[in-house]
């Protein structure tokens, strides 16, 4: 597996086990990290894609994590699986959806 230097930093620094989970900003704080949100979320979606097991803990005081036990595991992947769904179905509403032209009608139409 090749993984960059950054990519490497990233894992040294996010906690394992769900219960010691940090969020972006916890960590950019903690470690000064010198990347932007999108970045890390790109980086971490890189790293998920190489096969490490990274999860992320929606809860408000939640954050990411490197999964430790088959339970994290599973509990990771029942969330992503309701994120994916939730994203398929906006797909399908975005293909059903009103071009410009068609909005500015229905619009024009609400106006009077």
Known sequence: ???TAKELYLLKIIPR?????????KLKEKYQLDMTRRTFCDMIRRLREKGIAIGADRDPRGGYYLIETEEEREEAFKEYKAQAN???TIAYQ???????????????????
Request: aromatic share 6%.
């Open 17 to 25: 086990g769900r219960n010691r989970a940090m969020t972006y900003r």
């Open 86 to 88: 939730k994203e398929i």
């Open 1 to 3: 597996m090749n993984l």
């Open 94 to 112: 975005f293909k059903r959806g009103l071009l410009a032209g068609e909005l500015e009608e229905k619009l024009e139409g609400m106006k009077e």
